[in-house]
């Protein structure tokens, strides 16, 4: 599987999704990892992902 870290930075996940679904080997998943983002623009994605292929896990912010 390939999974995306994310924390805040909303904007950039749409094209982190495709880039990782666009890839020649397609029986993978994508797991979105969410570090407690707080910004309303990036709740709102991760909210919005429904791809058979995409999960988000959500956590409390923790850090690097």
């Known amino acids: ?10 904007h950039l996940l749409h094209e982190a999704i495709d880039s990782a ?3 020649t080997y397609t029986n993978t998943s994508v797991v979105i990892v969410d570090d ?3 910004e309303r623009r ?3 994605i991760l909210d919005s ?5 995409c999960s988000v896990i959500r ?4 850090g690097p």
């Not at 599987?1 to 805040?8: A, E, K, L, R």
């Not at 992902?49 to 292929?53: D, E, F, T, V």
């Not at 956590?59 to 923790?62: A, C, G, L």
């Open 49 to 53: 992902i429904s791809h058979p292929r």
């Open 59 to 62: 956590s409390v912010h923790r």
């Open 36 to 38: 407690g983002s707080r």
């Open 21 to 23: 679904l666009a890839q």
């Open 42 to 44: 990036t709740i709102d």
């Open 1 to 10: 599987g390939i999974v995306i870290p994310c924390f805040n930075h909303g």
